[in-house]
Structures are given as structure tokens and as C-alpha cells.
């Protein structure tokens, strides 16, 4: 190891030093696991090294796309980051400026997450470069995606197209040690140069834009030919090669590694997963007998290779179809592939026995739950108390899909998803003459993402449904980002506040009501009154904002007044509470036979006083 | 008040090779633990690469950190092979176990005595895994700082001779990167389960 600066890195940590190294002057982002870190880490750096990039936390991941290609059209460089189902959001601007072409290098960094850990899809990033037609860059480790960001600015450059980095979940959420290198000084001044042929086409323009395209992706092909993104590690054993590319590439070395079959087997690495460099795949092919293809989460370069008949890979069912390729399905390939070779492999530890014990054993499920004191589950008990079960809730996406838990989420589809899935739904009944309550809930930065076009829409077309707002003053699923309506910048710098309430009232909301749904009776009484709402000749949506901060982003207000509960001895252990409620700090004590408060981890929030029916949770005596 | 020398570890220091699986609730502190042992073999000079929980899955629900130390290219820790478990809390150790290779050190925060499940104890037993339990979490409430029941957890296992790193090198780390409003809490528990005090 050399003796620079080095410093342990999440790998969007490190992906963010590849952006400042890389000399980029504006980076835009929407937060969502597995990507939230980059832009912090950027903000970091840029800190800590004074300097001039342009950062924001934007609207949603489409707006965030075109702020920063603006940057390119003017000659600077730019970087945009977002999750891989945040690239569905700018998959319009993606298809266009990939015929426009760039100016300053465009780096779109997209991060996938095969599993899915904290994703609605376990989609592939990589397709959208082949439905694009960009490049597509696959890094392994924290290190190489640093390199791979410099290396992507510069391909740009070169070609004058968006690059696509795809780092699955597995890289922007691992740790490694990273090495500091100065800052590339990039002067460019913004200098936009018309060119309405180009940055205004017309259809007419679009297909001379298309061929010049395809060009410059043949241009881009030749030049992966011999690029050193692309590796290969030799073996003498050719009855079988991999082509692996990701985290799977890192998996297979270390798994080949453990079974000590590490150096017999040659190893194509494929860092560009588009588009393919199709010779030097043809002789590594060629060179082999069979090919086991790895790579997450999707058959992206094993779709491309044109002769399939030596491969073994998804397409063939050998390798799973869903799922992480984890080091376990990774060895149990590679067991399989030894034996059918007849290679004895060094026995391990039978874990299988280890699983059976370990589930028999009945271990309660750790499942996701809202945390203690969140305002998320106050509001979801309020609403369920008002409207019941027969009501619809549709949900959204973020910490409140947890809602789910206490039969208060029924449906969540993507951003947004709340308020026009409230709308169609209402709109079907409408049609049979049905009157059924509908109460939606969302999030403040969902909201504001892609929630107002779904409530503009909503009003216009008379539709009538409750819309909580669920404000918790920041995005917290994904780290407590900054919301529009807090005016709160990316680099902690005070913007002008965009009003959730203004926004409900400039789509033509008649109904708005605001209020802290730690006031359960009256947030209860607040909701029927929406609900009312929703049923007069004169009503429509009603939208009630339940407001207070996020318990991990502001705990003051609790610690300014804390109510202390205690369980009475006349508490039964009926468990009501546990499953309507859900709070961590209410747990049953199996040998009392009763509920007991988890002192560890309570919050004094007072809320579960609500939460028994039979009265039993009370304000305790100082 | 050293009670053994260590560094005769799993292996010989300067070629440190070392998988670790931190493992407990959200909560716990499995992050800043995962810290502590990768900030000091970085100090030592070696490589580290680790893999850890975010967004959905970290609220409330196992968290589980992987951390290798050594010339490898993935994050992750395969089933039996790890070194070391190291879990915050019994039922995360019921998980976890299975990550240990033959002859691994297991180290868990739990109520003193033998509670451990008969079939799961041959197991360890029949693939010669030495398990510790230790009361971390009284430990820690009894010092009065029971946030630190992951620093107590630490010291105790410094304390067992097969557990690879230096005592003083973990104890300089976790001077080093904890926030100073909890240094002395911190240090407190960490030495405390060093002593194993309970």
C-alpha cells in the first residue's frame, strides 16, 4: 500500500471522491437507497476542499437529470445521481440526450439494488443503457467505481454522450480503504453555443441525430475492444472460463479463492458491460469449452453475446433468475460446475443442519417497523380509528410503507403511486355508483416529488378521497435529506421555502387542515371531518397535513416534553396494543403475562396511552 | 492488567486475514463497532472491506455488518468461513452463526450461564466453535451508560486470547473515533468488559 492519504469509504463515499477528483462542477440528486451517500460525500469534499461545485438536492430524479445536463450543454462537467427505479423518473430526458449527444462530460449514476434490499424492483440499469444506447460502466469494488466515475467523464468527452455507472448495492454500501488523489481543476467557463439542430431537432433532425448515435456507439464498441476497464485473469484449465462483471466478478474471486480453485480457471472481467466489446468476448469464448456467465441483476452482457451455445447462465436456468448472486449461490454454482468436472472440493462446515436447528428454534422475525415516538404511526392509528377497515388506504413509498404493518397501507406502486391510485380507485366506484372511503397517505418529499401533478389531476377530474400528508419535516428513509418545504439546501445553505400547503392550495384543494397527530382523539375527529368532506354535493380531495418532526431529525420537541407511561397491573396481555400499534417499546412479558414499556428505548412520546382499549397504558406518576 | 498476550491471535499480526460478522438490532451500535476494528487494521497497514444495512432493512429490523481484513475483492462474508462473530444480541447470534467457519470464535451479548440450545450447542461443539456469552447490557446499565453495552461487548472479547487484534491498538481506536461527549462512557464500558467485570 502506498503511503498517501487513505481513508475508509462507504463506496458512495468513494464514488462521490471519484466525482470531485474527476473535476466536476455541478451534481444534482434524488435520494434513494442504495444511492442517498454520493451527494453528501460530495458536499464533504467540497467542503472540506473549498470548492466551487454546484450541488442540490432536486425535486425528483427527472428534474435532477436536466439541471445537470444543462451543465454539460454549457461545456462543464456534471454528474447525476439517483436509484435505479429514480432513472424510470428521467428515462424521458436519458432517451433524448442520449440523440442530442453532450458537450461537458454527463455522468448518470444509477444505483441498482439486486435482492431487492430497499427497492420495489430489482430491475437492471444496464438495459436502459442498451434501450438508450449509452454506455454502461460496471464497477466491483468501492475503489474501481472511483476510477470508473473518471473514467466515464472522459468517455463522455470523447464521444460526446451520457455515461451510465451502475453500481449495485453491493459496492455503494460497501467499505474500503480509498486513496486520496488531488482534485483535477477543470476551467470552464459556461459557454452555450445554439445549435437548435442539435439541442432544439425536430423529428427531421432526430434521425440524423439517430445515425450519428449508432456511430458513436460502434466508435465506443471499438474502442472497449481494448479498454482496461475490461480484464482478464489466466487459467490453464479451459473446460471452463467465466465472464463475469460487478459484484459478482468480486464474489467469484474470493468464493474461487476459498475452494482453492483460484488461478485454473480464466476469467474474462467485464467493466463495460455496453456496448459489449464482441471480439474480445468471441475468442475468450472461443478459447473455452464452457462459460459460466455472472452478473447482476439481470442477463445484460449475456443477452449481448451473440453465440450462446458454449454459455451457462441465466438465460439456460443454470444461474438463478431472481435474487443476489450471494457468495453462497456463487460457491454452490461453482460445486456444482467442479463436479460435473470431476474436481474435489475441500469440505466445509455442513450449515444446513446449523439452518434447520436455528428454525426450529422459532426465533421472533425482526420485521421493519416505524420507530418509537414516530409521528407515522400516531397518524395511521388516528386514520384507522376514524375510517376502519373497510376503507382503502393507498400508500407510497418511504419510512410510512411501514404503515403496512398496521393494516393502514394497502396498496404502494412507485412515487407518487398514493394519490393517483386513490383517484382511479375512486373513479371505478364512482362508475357503479359506490361510495367507499379512500384515504391515501404520502410523505412530505414524496409529496413533492411526484405527488402535485397526481393531486392537480385528482381535483380536475372531480375525484374525492382523503390525502394525508404525512410531514415529517425531511426524507428520513433514506438519511434525513432536506425537503423543498423545509428551504433547506444540499449544502446546508437556507433556500427559499416551497409550502406543501401553498402547493395543495394552488391544485385547487378547497379542504386543507393541518395538525400534530400526536392530538389522536382530535386527529381522529379531523379525518371524519375529511372524510365528510369528501361526500357533499360541494366536497372533493381533502387534505389533512399531519405535522411533526421526524423523532431521529429532531428529537427536542419530545425531550421539552416528555410523558411518561406505565402499564397497569390490570392489563390483560390481549396484545391490542402490540398489533394495532406496533410501537418497539411496547413488549409482551411473557412470564407477567402483560404488556411492560422498554425503558431502552422509549421515547416518552405518550402516544400508546391511546392505544388500549381497555385503558390500561397511563400517564405514569412522577 | 493484561491478562494474556495478545496478537498470538487467529493468525500472525502482520499478515492479519481476518473475516468478522458484527451482528445485532438497529440500534445497537453494530456500525460504530464494525468501525472501531476496521479504522485499527487500517491503522496497522492492512486492507479492509466491509459490507453493511441501509434504508428499509435498518429500521428496527437485524442488522448484520461484514468486515474482512486482507487481500479480498468482496465485501461479503460467505457462510463458514468467518472468523469471528461477534452479535449484540442472542437471537442475532442464533442468525449469524452460521456464517462461522470450523474452529471459529463466537462472542455474544447475553444473560450469564449456559442458555444456549442443546441441538444448536452440539453443533458448536462437533465443529470445535468456543462460544462466549457475556452481560453486556447489565454491564452497561450498571456503569449507567447503557448505549455503550457494544463497547463492553468489545472489551470482553479483547479479553479472549484466540480473538485476533491488540487490546491496546482496539482501545486507542475507540478513543480516537468516539464523539468526546462519550468518551468516558465508552472507555468505561470497554474496559470494564475487558476486566469481565459483571
Not at chain 1, 190 to 208: E, L, N, V
Not at chain 1, 265 to 271: A, D, E, M, S
Not at chain 1, 356 to 372: F, I, T
Not at chain 2, 147 to 168: C, K, Q, T, W
Amino acid at each position: 500500500m502506498s503511503q498517501s492519504k487513505q481513508e475508509v469509504l462507504l463506496g458512495n463515499e468513494a464514488i462521490a471522491r471519484g466525482i470531485v477528483e474527476g473535476g466536476c462542477h455541478v451534481v444534482t440528486s434524488y435520494p434513494g437507497t442504495p444511492s442517498s451517500e454520493i451527494l453528501p460525500a460530495v458536499v464533504r469534499f467540497k467542503k472540506e476542499l473549498d470548492l466551487g461545485t454546484y450541488v442540490e438536492w432536486s425535486i425528483n430524479e427527472k428534474v435532477a437529470y436536466e439541471v445537470a445536463l444543462a451543465a454539460s450543454y454549457t461545456g462543464k462537467r456534471a454528474a447525476v445521481i439517483m436509484k435505479q427505479v429514480g432513472l424510470n423518473v428521467a428515462a424521458d430526458p436519458l432517451m433524448s440526450s442520449a440523440y442530442t449527444g453532450v458537450r461537458g462530460g454527463f455522468v448518470v449514476i444509477s444505483c441498482d439494488d439486486p435482492g431487492p434490499h430497499s427497492s420495489q424492483t430489482e430491475q437492471d440499469t444496464r438495459f436502459y443503457a442498451l434501450f438508450a444506447k449509452v454506455p454502461a460502466l460496471d464497477p466491483s469494488t468501492p475503489r474501481e467505481a472511483k476510477e470508473m466515475v473518471k473514467a466515464a467523464f472522459e468517455l463522455s468527452e470523447r464521444h460526446y454522450l451520457p455515461v451510465i455507472l451502475r453500481p449495485t448495492i453491493r459496492v455503494s454500501h460497501a467499505r474500503q480503504n480509498i486513496e486520496f488523489i488531488p482534485v483535477a481543476k477543470l476551467q470552464r467557463p459556461a459557454d452555450f453555443q445554439k445549435d437548435p439542430g442539435r439541442w432544439a431537432a425536430t423529428p427531421r433532425f432526430r434521425f440524423q441525430l439517430h445515425k450519428e448515435l449508432n456511430e458513436k456507439l460502434h466508435d465506443i464498441q471499438e474502442e472497449f475492444e481494448t479498454s482496461e476497464l475490461n480484464t482478464s485473469v489466466p487459467g490453464d484449465d479451459r473446460r471452463l472460463g467465466f465472464i463475469a462483471g460487478g459484484t459478482s466478478y468480486a464474489v467469484l474471486r474470493d468464493t474461487l479463492k476459498e475452494l482453492g480453485l483460484e488461478g485454473r480457471f480464466p476469467i474474462l472481467k467485464i467493466g463495460t458491460s455496453h456496448p459489449l466489446p464482441q471480439r474480445l468476448v468471441k475468442e475468450f469464448v472461443a478459447a473455452c469449452e464452457q462459460v459460466l456467465v455472472l452478473e447482476e441483476p439481470d442477463a445484460v452482457v449475456e443477452l449481448q453475446i451473440l453465440d450462446k451455445s458454449k454459455l451457462l447462465g441465466r438465460l439456460n436456468g443454470v444461474v438463478p433468475s431472481a435474487g443476489e448472486l450471494s457468495p453462497e449461490v456463487i460457491r454452490q454454482l461453482l460445486v456444482q460446475q467442479a463436479d460435473e468436472l470431476g474436481i474435489e472440493i475441500p469440505a466445509e462446515i455442513d450449515t444446513g443442519e446449523l439452518s434447520q436447528l436455528v428454525g426450529d428454534l422459532g426465533l421472533p422475525v425482526r420485521r421493519p417497523r416505524l420507530c418509537p415516538g414516530c409521528m407515522h404511526r400516531a397518524a395511521f392509528f388516528g386514520m384507522k380509528r376514524a375510517l376502519g377497515s373497510k376503507a382503502i388506504y393507498p400508500g407510497d413509498i418511504g419510512c410510512y410503507t411501514l404503515g403496512l404493518n398496521l393494516n393502514a397501507v394497502d396498496t404502494c406502486l412507485d412515487m407518487g403511486g398514493a394519490v393517483t391510485i386513490a383517484s382511479g380507485l375512486y373513479q371505478a366506484y364512482r362508475q357503479d355508483n359506490r361510495d367507499v372511503p379512500i384515504a391515501a397517505t404520502i410523505g412530505d418529499s414524496t409529496f413533492l416529488h411526484s405527488g402535485v401533478p397526481a393531486l392537480a389531476n385528482a381535483v380536475y377530474n372531480g375525484a374525492r378521497f382523503v390525502l394525508v400528508i404525512l410531514d415529517n419535516g425531511t426524507t428520513a428513509m433514506t438519511g434525513m435529506q432536506p425537503t423543498a418545504d423545509s428551504g433547506m439546501l444540499a449544502d446546508g445553505g437556507q433556500g427559499q421555502r416551497v409550502a406543501i400547503r401553498d402547493l395543495v392550495q394552488a391544485c385547487g384543494v378547497k379542504f386543507i387542515e393541518e395538525m400534530d397527530p400526536y392530538r389522536v382523539q382530535e386527529f381522529e375527529a379531523l379525518i371524519k371531518r375529511a372524510r365528510q368532506h369528501t361526500r357533499e354535493s360541494d366536497g372533493g380531495v381533502a387534505v389533512v397535513i399531519a405535522k411533526r418532526p421526524c423523532v431521529l431529525f429532531d428529537p427536542s420537541p419530545l425531550e421539552e416534553n416528555p410523558v411518561l407511561v406505565a402499564i397497569s397491573e390490570d392489563c390483560d396481555g390481549c396484545q391490542y396494543c402490540l398489533l394495532a400499534f406496533e410501537c418497539p417499546a411496547l413488549v409482551l412479558d411473557e412470564d407477567l403475562g402483560r404488556v411492560v414499556v422498554d425503558r431502552r428505548i422509549c421515547v416518552n412520546c405518550g402516544v400508546c396511552v391511546e392505544a388500549c382499549p381497555k385503558g390500561c397504558i397511563v400517564e405514569a406518576e412522577e | 492488567m493484561r491478562l494474556v498476550q495478545r496478537g498470538a491471535s487467529l493468525k500472525p499480526k502482520s499478515e492479519l486475514d481476518t473475516k468478522l460478522i458484527l451482528a445485532g438490532v438497529g440500534g445497537q451500535g453494530v456500525l460504530f463497532a464494525t468501525k472501531v476494528f476496521s479504522e485499527t487494521a487500517l491503522t496497522l497497514g492492512h486492507d479492509v472491506l466491509g459490507s453493511e444495512t441501509h434504508g428499509m432493512s435498518q429500521r428496527g429490523g437485524s442488522v448484520i455488518s461484514h468486515l474482512k481484513i486482507g487481500s479480498y475483492e468482496s465485501p461479503l462474508v460467505r457462510h463458514a468461513t468467518a472468523d469471528v462473530v461477534l452479535a449484540f444480541d442472542q437471537h442475532e447470534a442464533y442468525r449469524t452463526l452460521v456464517f462461522l467457519r470450523r474452529g471459529g470464535l463466537c462472542l455474544v451479548n447475553g444473560p450469564d450461564g449456559d442458555s444456549w440450545d442443546r441441538g444448536v450447542k452440539a453443533y458448536m461443539a462437533e465443529n470445535a466453535i468456543a462460544a462466549h456469552v457475556y452481560p453486556a447490557d447489565d454491564v452497561a446499565l450498571e456503569i449507567g451508560s447503557p448505549r455503550s453495552a457494544n463497547l463492553a461487548l468489545i472489551g470482553y472479547a479483547m479479553s479472549v486470547p484466540e480473538m485476533p487484534f491488540d487490546h491496546d491498538q482496539i482501545r486507542a481506536t475507540i478513543e480516537r473515533i468516539t464523539p468526546s461527549r462519550f468518551q468516558d462512557a465508552n472507555l468505561e464500558a470497554f474496559d470494564t468488559g475487558y476486566r469481565r467485570q459483571r
